[in-house]
């Protein structure tokens, strides 16, 4: 499901714009500091409410100005069209609207609007800690279970029940019970959830991942925050006195992992920055194409922010092309327009928007 329309007001240096991106590859050029990463950022915000380069929205916000509002009209795979919009301000209230109604949640932005990052920060997916592979995990979840987000707000609800009764000191077993019911139940079904989910990615990473990169030793496994042997409930009775200690509950899907790993090692430790950044591709481009196989009303939209950034020519085309396979939409920044146009074939459809000083106009191809 592409964007049609893009309008941008007060993200970062980018004046008021409006832009008609293509359903296929939009290529985004200019100079250092121009306004492209704030384009992809004013993306981000429309389908997840957030940036991905500030935890904090203000700094996001023009300066001089109250409120941030991003606008998108979508054209969904069956041909209807939808609207969604964001207002952001620096009160940190937010509006979203979703054809014209007010919406609560944010996961009604992104359940509208998939979107995929790939960055020069992606390789903290492999390097960072594990609740960032376990948001990828429960991206890919979260769109193609529908039963996932009611059952990991159960989870998050008695986990936060049981932890503070923990804290609380001095309490009876007997008193978690009703808590620890709710949170074996609804650990089973993300567990189960989360194994389908793998079973489904893991073929599908490793071919992408083939085609990007020779990487044969490289194995993905899936831990599920407790002993794969032992009930949950048998291990929350075993670590009862230690939890009480800590006042938190240490088993659980709260502490699943995605493990990559080569010759038994951590691949992060292992993999060169540029390997690592392909690795990530990957995964991300393997969900892309489940998203894709589900055939729901929305495939997966990328944003690629600085393509060049430790990837050599041989690898960018590999993923330009895979990219391209993939028939989704996809922004992708760079500074060199002919650099970024060459690693994508002859006869590739590109649109292009150049980027000036927060001015964005759209441009011919600049290859002959
Ligand atoms: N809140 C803000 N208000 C106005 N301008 C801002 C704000 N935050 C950042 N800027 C400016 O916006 C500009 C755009 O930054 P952006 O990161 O989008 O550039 P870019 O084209 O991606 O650059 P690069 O190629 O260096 O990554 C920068 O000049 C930055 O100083």
Not at 138 to 166: A, C, I, M, P, Y
Not at 170 to 191: C, F, G, K, N
Request: charged share 25%.
């Amino acid at each position: 499901m592409p964007l049609k329309r893009l309008s941008v007001t007060a993200v970062r240096n980018l004046h008021p714009v409006t832009i008609y991106p293509s359903p296929h590859i939009n290529l985004i050029y200019g100079d250092n500091g121009s306004g492209k990463t704030s384009l992809l950022e004013a993306i981000h915000i429309l389908g997840l409410a957030r940036s991905f380069r500030s935890t904090r929205l203000q700094p996001v916000i023009q300066h001089e100005h109250d409120a941030c509002t991003v606008f998108g009209e979508l054209l969904l795979n069956n041909g209807v069209q939808t609207t969604m919009g964001i207002t952001r301000s620096k009160a940190a209230d937010y509006q979203i609207r979703i054809d014209g109604q007010t919406v609560r949640s944010t996961a009604q932005l992104a359940d509208t609007l998939p979107l995929q990052l790939i960055n020069p920060d992606s390789f903290r997916l492999l390097e960072g800690a594990p609740k960032q592979r376990r948001q990828y995990l429960d991206w890919g979840v979260f769109h193609v279970e529908h039963q996932f987000l009611s059952t990991w707000q159960r989870l998050q609800k008695s986990l936060k029940q049981r932890n503070s009764l923990l804290r609380r000191g001095r309490i009876e077993r007997s008193q978690l019970a009703p808590w620890e019911a709710e949170l074996v139940s609804s650990s089973e079904r993300i567990d189960l959830y989360r194994r389908a989910y793998i079973a489904k990615l893991k073929p599908v990473f490793e071919d992408v991942l083939a085609q990007l990169v020779s990487l044969e030793d490289l194995t993905l496994s899936y831990y599920r925050g407790w002993d794969k042997e032992r009930d949950l409930q048998l291990v929350l009775d075993s670590q009862f006195e230690r939890d009480c200690q800590l006042g938190h509950t240490q088993a659980g899907p709260q502490r699943a992992d995605l493990r990559l790993r080569i010759k038994g090692m951590n691949a992060a430790e292992v993999l060169s920055r540029g390997q690592q950044k392909l690795v990530v591709c990957a995964l991300k481009i393997a969900q892309g194409y489940l998203l894709k196989e589900r055939g729901r009303q929305q495939d997966c939209i990328f944003l690629v922010d600085d393509l060049p950034s430790e990837l050599d020519e041989h690898h960018r085309k590999a993923l330009c092309a895979l990219l391209e396979g993939l028939n989704c939409q996809v922004f992708i920044t760079g500074v060199e327009a002919e650099q970024l146009a060459r690693s994508w074939q002859k006869e590739t459809l590109l649109t292009m928007f150049h980027v000036e000083h927060g001015h964005i106009v759209q441009t011919e191809s600049c290859l002959e």
